[in-house]
């Protein structure tokens, strides 16, 4: 059986996706067979598998870190937040509506077996399997329905580095506050403090580490430092950073719509600084191109863009030349009307669309997911993505199909389904000159962002965290 380090945090987005991604790339390096293991996401950034089922953006990630073929056992639990209150369960790839429509405290039960199968399985395959936990197992709250964070470490007899984004300030407290929210069974798993995202001269930081241990028994480590590498995040990281910090070329940007239940938002990261997030009409002014992102729950979203103006404002950009692009639930938004005779998304069974596409989509009970190539008759370019949906689309003769059933134009306004549509360079630079600018930098490949990311992580860490594991 394989060993096991897990990478847990003081708090959300600490930086344990990208700090697992490391030690994945780090570990195949080191020629290790490896595997990352997240037992339970709640993001709506999801992508899909070869084998078509669906699983966290993350995992994808990390299993290319880990040079593996995406699996499902990798992310056995996925959450998709259709609501304050109310998320869509994946369990191994599928919707479970069973399980979805428990309450949460009850769900534990039926989804920790699925855990333990996929978990140990994993183990047995593969040399080191790198676990990610989720929020913090500071969350006394959550102990007795965790199925993430300590209840797995124990089950894998994990070696655990308990991560802090010093960044934010008070990571000292931060892990000394967490480490007292331990039971003893599961400090004994702790290995190593990680102080992440640090600036400046390490040296500084003396006697708070030295200190830190003296209350604890548990060393420092590691000091990573921010780095400017992104990688695709599973919550949203890149929209509150990279888009929102940006210039832009005389002026022109690229707006995407801010939805409050957006997913997949990484994939226009090849957009750079052009991207810009936008909430109000007054944020659209001055926009060269619009996109609509996909959604959770469509007509909810639809709702929201009507009430804050946005709708209206993008009818009128649309209406004056400015291309549009609407990608899944926002590809449904520009249509005519949507559908939900079977409650998919638990709200209206009809709203009309904003009209700009001549489609109409009803929503199916079984959710599409495959990874998607095709050849797109506008540009005759050859695309790929994949596609996660429940709606289906029918087209009227307005519009102008592109592939049957996946992309749709009509007059400057195009709407697909699939997704990464925009990470196809050449399609990225066709859109961008409809819109009259230009391709920002190019980001390195996924491949070589990961070996560099591997590298100064690695550097950053104490030898013997990943030797124990060789």
């Not at 140990?120 to 964070?149: K, Y």
């Not at 559908?339 to 009809?350: L, S």
Request: aromatic share 4%; net charge negative; with cysteine.
């Amino acid at each position: 059986m394989g060993r096991a380090i897990m990478v847990q945090g003081c708090t959300s987005s600490a930086g344990k996706s990208y700090l697992t991604a490391a030690l994945c790339r780090a570990l195949s390096n080191a020629g290790a067979r490896v595997a990352p293991f997240k037992a339970q996401n709640m993001s709506n950034n999801a992508g899909v598998t070869p084998a078509g089922l669906e699983m966290g953006r993350a995992q994808l990630v990390q299993a290319a870190a880990a040079r593996v073929t995406p699996d499902v056992r990798m992310n056995p639990v996925l959450l998709k937040p259709e609501a304050d209150t109310r998320s869509q369960v994946v369990l191994l790839g599928q919707v479970n509506r069973e399980i979805t429509g428990l309450p949460w405290r009850e769900r534990k039960a039926h989804l920790w077996p699925h855990v333990q199968g996929a978990l140990h399985s994993l183990m047995d395959e593969f040399d080191v399997v790198v676990i990610e936990g989720a929020g913090s197992p500071a969350e006394v709250n959550l102990r007795a329905s965790d199925i993430v964070n300590m209840r797995v470490a124990l089950e894998a007899r994990a070696a655990v580095l308990l991560a802090s984004d010093i960044d934010r300030g008070g990571s000292f407290a931060h892990l000394l506050g967490t480490w007292h929210c331990l039971t003893p069974e599961e400090r004994a798993l702790l290995r190593g403090f990680v102080l992440n995202r640090f600036r400046g001269d390490a040296r500084l930081l003396s006697p708070a580490p030295e200190w830190l241990q003296e209350q604890t028994g548990v060393p420092t480590v590691g000091v990573v430092p921010m780095l400017d590498i992104p990688l695709p995040e599973e919550d949203g990281v890149w929209a509150e950073t990279g888009a929102a910090r940006g210039g832009d070329q005389d002026g022109g940007f690229v707006a995407i719509a801010r939805l409050p239940r957006v997913s997949n938002l990484d994939e226009f990261a090849p957009l750079g600084p052009l991207a810009r997030w936008v909430a109000t009409p007054a944020d659209l002014a001055g926009a060269r191109a619009v996109i609509l992102p996909g959604s959770k729950s469509t007509a909810a979203d639809l709702a929201w863009l009507r009430a804050t103006g946005l709708a209206g404002a993008v009818t009128r950009a649309a209406h004056a030349g400015v291309p549009v692009l609407g990608v899944c639930g926002g590809l449904q938004m520009l249509g005519r009307v949507i559908r939900d005779p079977h409650g998919v998304e638990g709200g209206a069974r009809e709203v009309p669309g904003l009209g700009l596409l001549d489609l109409d989509t009803t929503f199916a009970p079984d959710k599409t997911t495959t990874l998607t190539t095709f050849t797109d008759a506008e540009t005759g370019l050859t695309v790929q993505g994949y596609e996660i949906h429940h709606g289906q689309t029918g087209a009227g003769n307005g519009v102008q199909t592109l592939a049957p059933g996946r992309l749709w134009r009509q007059g400057n306004v195009r709407g697909t389904y699939l997704h990464g549509l925009l990470e196809n360079p050449a399609y990225l630079e066709r859109f961008l000159g409809w819109a009259g600018l230009r391709p920002p930098a190019g980001l390195d490949s996924l491949d070589a962002r990961l070996d560099a990311i591997a590298a100064r992580v690695g550097a950053a860490l104490d030898p013997r965290v990943l030797e124990e594991l060789l």
